[in-house]
């Protein structure tokens, strides 16, 4: 089983996307979304194809470099979550009436930026580790099965521990139980119809990254 280098490649890029898709899925997440019953958070939006772009690093780079683009992705997301909490207690300039409205959508909200950091850690970890492991008995067969099976266990666990962290007692009873399992269902589901979309953009990467080799 090989894997790409990542000096003179794509993944500068790819990780360079990741993290975007995951800071603007960080900040989209504080608003919570009521479609009739069911309850889910801006972040679901764009969060999914976190997973999805992990999912490309995991089988072109390795569990190595994976993990090298999560511990990124982390360390920006705290970079962020501090950057606000300095800016949200640093003093209001007269004439600037928008501090309730900046802490209302970008303030420090301790519960919110744990349960988010732990969440995506081990989510992400996990989801790497499992489409890696899948790859050493699968090779280069069956990739649907490594992109289905690492998001199906790395979703699991990252909707588990945020929502928990995050909403646990706000939302409480059949709410809760909604929110995390229409979460799961719909991040695991939208891998699943973006598989037409992650084939071809997965196949692109490996045939322009020239020290990506096929397994025997």
């Known amino acids: 089983m090989h894997f790409a280098t990542t000096n003179r490649s794509l993944y500068p890029v790819i990780v360079g996307v990741f993290v975007g898709l995951l800071l603007i899925s960080n900040i989209g997440a504080v608003k919570l979304i009521a479609f009739g019953p069911i309850i889910t958070d801006g972040g679901a939006f764009l969060f999914p194809l976190v997973y999805i772009v992990g999912d490309i690093l995991s089988e072109v780079y390795g569990f190595r470099a994976a993990r090298k683009a999560i511990l990124t992705g982390f360390a920006m997301s705290v970079l962020a979550a501090l950057t606000f909490w300095v800016v949200q207690i640093s003093p209001v300039a007269d004439g600037w009436e928008n501090q309730e409205a900046f802490e209302a959508i970008l303030g420090f909200v301790p519960r919110i930026v744990l349960a988010s950091i732990a969440g995506y850690l081990v989510g992400q970890l996990l989801n790497a580790w499992v489409l890696v492991k899948i790859k050493e008995r699968t090779r280069e067969k069956a990739l649907w099965l490594r992109l289905i099976g690492s998001t199906a266990v790395g979703e699991l666990a990252d909707t588990i521990v945020f929502c928990t962290v995050a909403f646990y007692g706000v939302i409480t009873g059949t709410e809760f139980l909604i929110y995390v399992a229409f979460g799961y269902a719909y991040k695991t589901l939208l ?26």
Do not use: D, F, S
């Open 191 to 216: 891998e699943v119809v973006l598989l037409p979309v992650t084939y071809p953009v997965i196949g692109w990467v490996k045939r322009r990254e020239p020290t990506y080799e096929l397994a025997a």
